[in-house]
């Protein structure tokens, strides 16, 4: 079985340090007139970070839901990588553009499968 957790926690650190390379060494490369590339850096950082969060907790509590940790963790590289290679230089990637909605498909579809099949592996306790 792939290790999704490895894999959650090692996607959470480099969103961390991506994210600061977009805060503080490509902010510096970059014109006034980039703030989208920017944006979209950041943004590409962000998903990553919720999505290796995400990651973890269905490692933990659907741990044979494969199809939803699969998918978390296809859509992590297709849509984040796609989009911090386009923001980096978008003509030199250009053909990573249709790549970034079949990542965008591929977190939606972990939702999805997480919501199908999730099962906890731990019943919740009944609040009364």
Same mark, same amino acid.
């Given at each position: 079985m792939p290790p999704f957790w #490895?894999?959650? #926690? *090692? $996607?959470g650190a480099s969103s961390i340090? =991506?994210?600061?390379?977009? $805060?503080? +060494? *490509? !902010?510096? !490369? *970059?014109?006034?007139?980039d703030t #989208?590339? *920017?944006?979209?850096?950041?943004? $590409?950082? @962000?998903? @990553? =970070?919720?999505?290796? %969060?995400v990651l973890m907790f269905t490692a933990v509590v659907a741990p044979r839901n494969r199809l939803a940790m699969g998918l978390f963790t296809g859509g992590m590289g297709l849509f984040c990588g796609s989009i911090y290679l386009l923001a980096l230089d978008a003509q030199r990637f250009k053909v990573l553009g249709p790549v970034t909605p079949v990542g965008g498909l591929c =977190?939606? +579809?972990?939702?999805? %499968? =997480? %919501? $199908?099949?999730?099962?906890?592996?731990?019943?919740?306790?009944?609040? !009364?």
């Open positions: #490895t894999i959650g #926690t *090692l $996607a340090m =991506l994210g600061a390379f977009g $805060a503080h +060494g *490509l !902010r510096a !490369r *970059l014109s006034g007139s #989208t590339r *920017l944006a979209n850096w950041n943004m $590409a950082a @962000q998903y @990553q =970070l919720v999505h290796s %969060a =977190l939606i +579809g972990g939702w999805v %499968a =997480l %919501a $199908a099949r999730g099962r906890p592996v731990f019943k919740f306790a009944k609040m !009364r």
